[in-house]
Structure formats: C-alpha cells, structure tokens
C-alpha cells in the first residue's frame, strides 16, 4: 500500500534526523540549529558526547538515549512522544545518523508506526573523502567498517574484488595498517587515499597504491580515516572454455570445494555463473 504525505504538513508526527558535524563545529548548520532549539527532546547515540555539542550551542533540551544496544526499546518511548505531540530530534555522535551509526532501526519503526522522517542536511565522512579522493566518483560502493574478525575481513574484501565501483571504507586507527595488508593482498595494485582527520586541523589526504600505503609508518596513521579504493578494472576477459577448466582446476587443487572453486572463478574472471557450473559438470563432475 502506497503511504503518501507531505513532509511538513498534514497531520502525521515527524521524526527529525540531524547530522551533526565530523569534527568542525562550524559545520552545524543553522538549520538543525534551528529545528534542535524548538524541539522537546534530544534522542543520542551518546548523550554526554551530544550533550557537549548542545552545549556548545546553548541549547538545553532533555535527552533520550538511543544506541546500538537500546535502539529497539528506545524507539518505543520516542514513537510514544512523537504520538503525544512531542517533537523529537535523533542525532548520532558525528556525520549521518543511520550511516555506519544507530538510527536505522528507529526509523522503521517510526515508519511502521506512521511517523514521518525528515533530515537538517549536513556533513558525511564517506562523502568529504571520495569528493576529495580524486577517483571515479560516478559509481560508489560504501562499505563502512569491514569485519573485524580477520578471516571475515578477507572473505568480504574477496567478494568486492570484481566490484567496478570506487569502494569506500571507515576503518579505526588500531586496524588500518592490517586492512591495508589485507587489501593489497586482495585488491591488488589499486590507486588509493586515505583521507584522515576530515574538517578538522591536521585534515590529510594520503594518495597512492594500496602496495606504497602499506608502506606508511604506522604511527603517523592517527586519528579518524575513510579508505577510499579505485573499483575494478572494467575489462572483461573473454576465456576459452579450456581455460575455464584450467581455472577450476587450479582452484580444486587448492582445495576448495567444487562451491567455492566455481564462484572464484566467476569473480576473478567475471563470468556468468552458469557457464562455469556446466564446464564444471562436464569436466570433473565424472570424477568425483
Ligand atoms: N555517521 C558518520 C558519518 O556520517 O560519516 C560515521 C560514523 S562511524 C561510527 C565513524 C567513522 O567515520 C570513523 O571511524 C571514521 O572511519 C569515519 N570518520 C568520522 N569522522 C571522520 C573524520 N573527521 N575524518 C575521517 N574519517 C572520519
């Protein structure tokens, strides 16, 4: 069913998402400004860190926490005064709510419950970084943080390894230099930059192939980071079908299974599934 309403009229509630600056106060925007300081309650990701921010702006409203943890709960008593009447504004602790921060769930929810959404505009790490990053920013890919479980980390670069689009990561200072082992050894020799410290004083932009990041000093890489990754080649090899058995040969010698052999060589050759599964039967399949 089609729901259809005009955000600032009609009489739904609205919810009102604020992005809140990366680290240059100076870009909060009159808007939320404005939006924050008519409001009845503040709901934050962390309110002390939020509640600093207000602080700064002399705007004192009562908080709601909403996190990670408590988002599903939280939601309850934000739809509840958004249903009283009350105007509630959410904001994570920097950038976008929702992006690669809570908020997502509540907005669901807000939805499910007929509670419109609207958003102040405002400053986005992954996006101040790929406009500066110089690469291909007609496609993106946005990744946020990858797992941080090694093994997971390798598996998901293993599957954006044929991705065309440029490729945009958050990543901690603690696990950058593992990351960028990690790509390279993925990805391969691919331009890259990696933008640190965004609005802030010490903003730098670090430009090369993933090969020469992994050899920056480790201890120079502080602060906040977004890595962005030129996408992939857009060439498509055109393979015989022996080559296409040499291929999954290789990959079962290895040990992969027959699964794992056929889905590596569609992604490293960029070729449709069915055509490698029939070589596959056709080949081995007698042998097993
Ligand atoms: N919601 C935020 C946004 O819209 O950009 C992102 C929040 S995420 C929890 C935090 C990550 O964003 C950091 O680990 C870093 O990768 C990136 N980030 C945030 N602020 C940054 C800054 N000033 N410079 C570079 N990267 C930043």
New binding site residues.
């Given amino acids: 069913m089609i729901s259809r309403e005009l955000n600032f009229e009609g009489p739904s509630p609205i919810l009102y998402l604020i992005?809140t600056p990366?680290?240059n106060r100076g870009e909060m925007t009159p808007r939320a400004l404005e939006v924050l300081s008519s409001c009845d309650f503040i709901a934050a990701e962390d309110t002390r860190n939020s509640g600093q921010l207000m602080a700064f702006f002399h705007i004192d409203k009562p908080f709601i926490s909403c996190h990670e943890h408590n988002e599903e709960e939280s939601s309850v008593k934000i739809i509840a005064l958004l249903k009283q009447g009350k105007k509630v504004c959410f904001m994570?602790?920097?950038?976008?709510?929702?992006?690669?921060?809570p908020g997502q769930r509540l907005v669901a929810n807000c939805l499910d419950n007929g509670i419109k959404v609207a958003v102040t505009s405002g400053?986005?790490?992954?996006?101040?970084?790929l406009a500066c990053s110089g690469l291909d920013s007609t496609h993106f890919h946005f990744e946020?943080?990858l797992p941080a479980k090694e093994s997971e980390r390798i598996a998901r670069l293993n599957e954006l390894v044929t991705n065309p689009d440029t490729l945009i990561?958050?990543?901690?200072p603690h696990r950058i230099f593992k990351t960028l082992l990690a790509m390279s050894a993925t990805l391969g020799e691919r331009k890259a930059v990696l933008?640190?410290?965004?609005?802030?004083a010490h903003?730098e932009f670090i430009r090369g192939t993933l090969p020469e990041l992994c050899l920056l000093d480790e201890a120079s890489l502080r602060?906040?980071?977004?890595?962005v990754v030129e996408g992939a080649k857009k060439t498509r090899v055109s393979l015989s079908d022996n080559e296409i058995a040499l291929a999954l040969k290789d990959q079962l010698e290895w040990g992969k299974t027959p699964k794992e052999a056929i889905k590596a060589v569609c992604q490293s050759n960029d070729l449709p599934k069915n055509r490698v599964y029939e070589i596959y039967l056709a080949n081995f399949k007698r042998d097993e």
């Avoid at 990561?169 to 901690?172: G, K, N, R, V």
């Avoid at 602060?223 to 890595?227: A, I, P, Q, S, Y």
């Fill in positions: 992005a990366i680290g994570s602790d920097a950038g976008y709510p929702c992006l690669s921060d400053p986005n790490a992954a996006i101040n970084a946020g943080f990561f958050y990543e901690s933008a640190r410290e965004l609005t802030k903003e602060g906040e980071m977004v890595l």
